[in-house]
């Protein structure tokens, strides 16, 4: 418990936020290019994974693809991923930009699955029923696809991207290791001074950024969630439909 | 080939050690996740709390939770017990959550029926809901040993010798060969652990194997007739 307290002195310390002092301090700017490469890799994953998983979603077809693809892209071990692409990239690039480019496309093609298979598993939980009536009342595709499927999927797909997001954070602290910037730093700087504030600092820091946007990312997913849908929470178990502990019903009350 | 060739003793004593550190967190999480699993159908209240405490562990990135355990559990800093806890953590937080939907996967009829026909609650858990939870469990254990072998490699950071090994000294040394064959060994292992998980899953489970490749297919393009084809939405 004392490490702990002397940990969180540490991270209170003004010192350890003052502006130019020595790398990798102050901690605001290891904090926001945490976050620039999370955003950074995350968008570019978006952009990839988003589209393809409605497509997917929309026309049922490479079903068997996602689910081979997430499962086999789970087994791929991130460290050695990242120190692959640093290596490749290292052939190519000059000594500076080589980290930063090497280890964005690690972060892509971790968030990748996550984002597909969140964009495609939420179109497909959408009701049959509800997507016939759509084109029934003569929807075209691009209309059932953005107007229904999507706001319908929403929380599952925000979903996704929530776990694509965590995934990304952790793997942007391993980052560090390979002389990226970012929170990891400070916790090998402190491994490498044998300073446990330091260690213990940059990981409750880590975490603690880790937890906030996880919880940022619930919120966004309740938010988004289409009222009365409430059984399509991601959280309900799947194969509950015969031994539902609440009635199916909305509540009209 | 020259490096794998040269390294075989190496690369078959960090594969030897992945395997052993790979094990026990995939074992200790199913152990210790089934009464949780158990616990969190009892009442909502039970598995909101296993959920949520469960997604919170799972949230914490591991090369922190590495650097934090000996501190909590009063380890020393290099001791490969630091990573099995962390690992089996992180088991625990993906099956219980798994084994919470599989017990709750059992047709409810399934359990009436067998307390009308006289199991005690125990022997009904036993011998009726967990076989039937047994498909929904068997995916759950799968997951678990995915990520745990492809998360063992972090734990080169904190000393722990496996394959990890591998990509570090790869990469300090410039060998672009040595952190391939990690890597490629790493997913064989993670491939040999999931078919010998399904083996075991088939040995256990003789009725299951009509279920293969999932309970249904998504009709590709839907129209107002296959509605009737499809099974209910949410039964994938």
């Known amino acids: 418990m004392e490490l702990f307290l002397s940990a969180l002195r540490w991270i209170f310390d003004p010192d350890h936020w003052q502006s130019g002092s020595i790398s ?11 976050l620039r490469y999370t955003g950074t890799s995350m968008a ?14 929309h026309y049922g077809r490479g079903r068997q693809f996602v689910i081979t693809f997430t499962g086999a892209m789970r087994a791929l071990p991130t460290l050695g991923l990242l120190y692959f692409l640093l290596m490749v990239f290292g ?15 690690a972060f892509v093609i971790l968030a990748i699955p996550s984002m597909l298979a969140g964009a495609y598993s939420g179109l497909e939980s959408v009701d049959r029923q509800t997507i016939d009536a759509a084109r029934a009342s003569g929807m075209t595709e691009w209309q059932i696809l953005v107007r229904v499927e999507i706001p319908l999927a929403l929380p599952l797909i925000v979903g996704g991207v929530r776990a694509a997001a965590l995934q990304v954070i952790a793997t942007v602290t391993i980052a560090s290791y390979a002389g990226l910037g970012g929170l990891g730093r400070i916790i090998t700087s402190g491994i490498g001074l044998n300073d446990y504030d330091r260690i213990l600092g940059g990981a409750l820091l880590v975490t603690a950024l880790a937890l906030v946007v996880d919880g940022l990312f619930a919120l966004v997913q309740r938010v988004t969630a289409t009222p009365g849908l409430s059984e399509h929470r991601p959280a309900a178990p799947r194969r509950t439909i015969s031994r539902s502990p609440r009635p199916r019903t909305p509540k009209i009350a | 080939m020259k490096w794998t060739r040269e390294n075989l003793d190496l690369i078959r004593e960090l594969t030897f050690n992945h395997v052993q ?14 009464p949780l699993g158990w616990l969190a159908n009892r ?39 630091n990573l099995v806890v962390a690992l ?40 009726v809901e967990l076989p039937l939870a047994g498909p929904v469990l068997l995916a759950g254990i799968r997951v678990v040993s995915v990520s745990t072998i492809a998360l063992v490699s972090v734990g080169v950071i904190i000393g722990s010798q496996n394959l990890g090994y591998l990509f570090q000294n790869g990469k300090q040394r410039g060998i672009l ?9 790493s997913l064989l292992l993670a491939l040999i652990f999931d078919l010998v998980i399904v083996l075991i899953g088939r040995l256990l489970m003789p009725w299951n194997q009509s279920d293969r490749g999932g309970p249904s297919k998504r009709i590709a ?16």
Do not use: C
């Open chain 2, 43 to 81: 009442n909502r209240v039970l598995r909101s709390v296993v959920i949520t405490v469960g997604s919170l562990l799972y949230t914490i990135p591991s090369l922190p939770l590495f650097v934090i355990l000996p501190l909590i559990i009063g380890t020393r800093v290099l001791d490969a017990t």
């Open chain 2, 177 to 185: 060969e040595e952190v391939i064959v990690g890597i490629l060994i």
């Open chain 1, 44 to 57: 570019i994953a978006a952009v990839i994974a988003l589209p393809l998983g409605f497509f997917i979603g």
């Open chain 2, 221 to 236: 393009v839907p129209g107002a007739e296959s509605q009737l084809l499809a099974p209910s939405p949410g039964d994938t």
């Open chain 2, 21 to 34: 550190l790979s094990i026990l967190p995939i074992v200790l999480s199913f152990v210790i996740a089934l």
């Open chain 1, 91 to 105: 052939y190519w690039l000059s000594f500076d930009t080589a980290p930063l480019v090497g280890s964005t496309i």
């Open chain 1, 24 to 34: 990798p301090l102050p901690i605001q700017d290891r904090f926001l290019e945490h």
């Open chain 2, 88 to 127: 089996t953590i992180y088991g625990v937080a993906i099956m219980a959550r798994s084994a919470a939907d599989a017990l709750a996967s059992v047709d409810k009829t399934t359990i009436d029926a067998s307390t009308a026909v006289g199991y005690s609650s125990t022997a009904r858990f036993l011998r």
